[in-house]
């Protein structure tokens, strides 16, 4: 009986261990990626970059005069004896950018992150959260390179975006679009910022706002087609706001539980089943036992 | 030991249209097992490495579809035989000959798991044992579950044009894990079961000839045999091919 008890516990065992870890599907080990905020400049790669052929005086004048644009900026205080210790990234005068990249610029003020930028500056979120993004925090401005394909942007942006959003990111993976595109390099599958828009950053969470993103590509998509759920994650989801969403993303959820269970207890008990059965011939084959009739 | 004289006589298992249909399911099932685990793994090394063999993720799309298309062919085929088979030449769909589950199959999966934990003899099968029949009912089912899962899959507009979105995703899920659950129980179990066996290592012929020797029909299916048998008194003829 003993030892009937622990062959049951081998199979058990075994059956675990040949079906554990093939539901994780793609790992999430390539999403870090954001560079830290540092106030020192590698000259090397910014010569690289972009913005190699401007002078820093052009992103970093002297002195703004009073009523000139962003003029409320103020250049930290270097006596301070926590000035390197801040946040450069709070610290810049991002309007200069504008100077340059009117379009974007004007899209970000209309965008989501400008939004949460808005709210965060009424109620200061608190320490530890993550912070609304200004233009720093997703394009290096010494380090960003011009010029890159459509597959180098997509994929840096499943790295970037998902430094804040991870488990976006990593729903995207395990997406038919994130396996396309960002995994085999289709760069007719969308990548972040195909359907989200690049700096307006907005929410699909409504699929009445969402299937005017699907339509770009998929142009016959019916209104039904945008409840599918590309992110299939209860991060970031309030259960007022978001309530239609976090139905259907319990509802994939918990089919995907179950249907782990049934293939693990089926293909556990197979494998048991088979795994003694073959010792049980074998033993009948070693000692030359005929069948028993 | 047979010799050149004494030719080994053999029982008829598999007809040619059996046999090209397992051939047809058999590298269709490989097929969709290579292209579909490299696209839900398409992060590992080995995913992109076949997704390169066949020329990227559209391609593999394709080829996918492809073997879709083979392999549920097949199912088609073969239902089309049952039908024929049963209207027309007259023939029975049920019974000892057929993959129909019978009482005597939970009686025999009954007897081999005593037999397995040496509290019984071995079952004494018939034409088909209840593991062939499993074998045959999951690939019948999980052919069409496969199909309308990826159907939803391959033409997601048209789907949602009267099912809710939502569904879209259901049938990714549905799709993966069994695909999980076939590829472990086919390509392990059923391979296992038909060809590694002590018994029958390294390799089952008759799926391939399409014939079986009557020693191993003794001895594998001793219910088939006395069928066999007790057919032949009672036609007061030979009985076998």
């Known amino acids: 009986m003993k030892r009937r008890r622990k062959t049951l516990w081998g199979a058990a065992l075994l059956a675990l261990v040949f079906t554990a870890g093939l539901p994780a599907g793609p790992g999430a080990a390539a999403l870090k990626g954001a560079e830290p905020s540092t106030w020192f400049v590698d000259m090397g790669r910014f010569n690289q970059g972009a913005h190699a052929s401007l002078t820093c005086g052009q992103c970093h004048p002297k002195h703004l005069k009073a009523g000139q644009k962003g003029s409320q900026f103020k250049h930290p205080d270097i006596t301070s004896p926590r000035y390197l210790k801040a946040p450069v990234r709070r610290e810049y005068n991002y309007h200069l950018c504008a100077d340059c990249h009117r379009t974007a610029w004007k899209r970000y003020l209309g965008g989501a992150h400008a939004e949460a930028m808005r709210r965060q500056a009424q109620d200061p979120p608190k320490a530890g959260a993550l912070l609304a993004p200004t233009c720093a925090d997703c394009h290096n401005p010494h380090y960003i390179l011009g010029g890159r394909d459509r597959l180098a942007l997509g994929r840096r942006q ?6 804040c959003h991870p488990a976006q990111a990593a729903t995207y993976r395990q997406s038919y679009h994130g396996k396309a595109a960002a995994n085999l390099g289709n760069t007719r599958a969308a990548f972040c910022t195909d359907c989200h828009g690049a700096h307006t950053a907005v929410s699909l969470k409504d699929p009445t706002v969402a299937i005017q993103a699907c339509r770009r590509c998929h142009l016959d998509a019916p209104p039904n087609f945008a409840q599918m759920v590309m992110h299939p994650t209860l991060a970031g989801l309030d259960p007022k706001r978001d309530a239609g969403k976090l139905w259907r ?6 089919v995907g539980m179950i249907m782990f269970v049934i293939v693990l207890v089926v293909v556990g008990s197979y494998y048991g089943h088979h795994l003694l059965w073959m010792l049980r011939e074998l033993h009948h084959k070693i000692r030359k036992h005929g069948h028993e009739e | 030991m047979k010799n050149n004289q004494q030719v080994t006589q053999m029982v008829k298992r598999f007809s040619v249209l059996q ?16 292209t579909g685990f490299s696209l839900a793994y398409s992060d590992q090394w080995w995913g992109q490495a076949v997704a390169w063999l ?3 993720a559209s391609h593999l799309g394709w080829v996918h579809r492809a073997c879709a298309v083979a392999t549920y062919g097949a199912v088609v085929v073969h239902l089309l035989w049952l039908a024929y088979f049963k209207l027309v030449l ?4 049920t019974g000892a000959d057929s993959m129909f589950p019978t ?10 798991l005593k037999y397995i934990f040496a509290a019984g003899p071995a079952p004494r099968f018939g034409r088909f044992s209840y593991l062939e029949k ?16 990826g159907l939803v899959m391959w033409f997601p507009e048209w789907f949602s044009s009267f099912l809710p979105g939502y569904l879209i995703n ?20 059923h391979v296992y079961t038909a060809h590694l066996r002590p018994e029958v290592f390294p390799l089952e012929k008759n799926i391939f000839s399409g014939y079986e020797p009557i020693d191993r029909l003794k001895h594998e299916r001793p219910a088939q045999w006395e069928a066999l048998q007790a057919a032949a008194e009672g036609s007061g003829g030979e009985g076998v091919q």
Not at chain 2, 103 to 112: C, E
Not at chain 2, 170 to 189: C, P, R
Request: hydrophobic content about 60%; proline content about 0%.
């Open chain 2, 170 to 189: 259901l049938a990714m899920i549905l799709h993966f894990y069994e695909a999980v659950l076939a590829v472990a129980i086919k390509f392990v179990v």
């Open chain 2, 103 to 112: 009482a005597k199959d939970f009686s025999d999966l009954a007897a081999h």
């Open chain 2, 134 to 149: 499993a074998d045959y009912w999951a690939v019948l089912i999980g052919m069409n579950t496969m199909g309308i899962t």
């Open chain 1, 249 to 254: 993303v319990n509802l994939i959820l918990t």
């Open chain 1, 158 to 163: 499943v790295r970037v975006c998902g430094s």
């Open chain 2, 54 to 56: 066949v020329g990227g």
């Open chain 2, 90 to 93: 007259g023939g029975r769909l």
């Open chain 2, 19 to 34: 046999r090209t249909l397992h051939w047809v399911v058999m590298l269709g099932f490989i097929g969709l097992g290579l």
